[in-house]
């Protein structure tokens, strides 16, 4: 089984900065991506930045500029290095891993349990 484990969540005034962590642990053969997801009331989960084993980011227009998405392959973490933030970007952020548990297993998604970001006016 594979476990994804987020922290950094907490309360941060407009403009100020934070940083999410996710760590993927369990029966892992490779990890193919990682990424950030967010749910704020009301709406539905969307994307917020992902990256590649290989590299590559993607980011959603409302946070390019503002946040940073890396990853460190051998420790099966990625971060969430968020600056500017704003208002709107409070909700709950969820980390998502797609993973191949071993050579011969297809690739499957998986969520963190989701750790709340309230940035404050």
């Known amino acids: 089984q594979v476990r994804l484990v987020e922290s950094g969540g907490g309360l941060v005034q407009a403009g100020g900065s934070h940083r999410l962590s996710c760590a993927a642990s369990g029966t892992i053969f490779s990890i193919n991506g990682m990424g950030w997801y967010r749910q704020a009331p009301g709406n539905e989960r969307e994307l917020v930045a992902t990256v590649t084993s290989g590299g590559r980011t993607n980011y959603a227009e409302s946070v390019k500029g503002r946040f940073a998405i890396s990853r460190d392959s051998a420790q099966n973490t990625v971060y969430l290095q968020m600056n500017s933030l704003k208002p709107e970007d409070t909700a709950v952020y969820y980390c998502?891993?797609?993973?191949?548990?071993?050579?011969?297993?297809?690739?499957?998604?998986?969520w963190g349990q989701g750790t709340q970001v309230t940035v404050s006016s």
């Open positions: 998502n891993a797609i993973v191949r548990v071993r050579s011969t297993a297809p690739v499957m998604g998986y």
